[in-house]
């Protein structure tokens, strides 16, 4: 538990920079329902993606616009990957062979492979940026140090 209180208070929680990245949020939140002018609407995708966008920003090092449609197919993958992977398959391996549970698996990992294709040149990008020091630069930063066996930079 410490050191996940350790961790998220280097990445800016309990600080100025971590309300400003909510504050930011809340903000676009707020513009987007204005938007709708009093209409209906289902804003569990727009809340989703607000609290996505902090959690985003703290690893990458930048938020990404609701419209993007990247973020978008994203977000929905996520959703989609969750609702289908059960840990029926855990405990009982062989149900990936019955249909149901085989399309579902083959949904689940297509979903996958499009959350890696999004996430891997967000990391390179949170790699580049010398000034961020995000979740994702400080543990590749550590595990480079440690495969050169340097003293790697505590979290």
Known sequence: MQLCVSIMKRLGYGHEEM?????????????????KEGRPFDNTHLLLGCVSNVLLSMLFGRRFEH??????QAFDDVRTHM????????????????????????VSSNCSRRIIDFLTPNIAY??????????TTLKFQNLLAIGSNKQPEKL
């Open 126 to 135: 949170s790699l580049q940026v010398s000034n961020w020091r995000g979740f």
């Open 19 to 35: 309300e400003s990245r909510i504050i930011v949020e809340v903000k676009d939140m707020l513009r987007i329902i204005r938007e």
């Open 83 to 106: 609702s289908k992977l059960s840990f029926q398959f855990d405990i009982f391996p062989l149900l990936r062979h019955l249909p149901r549970y085989k399309r579902n698996a083959e």
């Open 67 to 72: 419209s993007d449609k990247d973020f978008q």
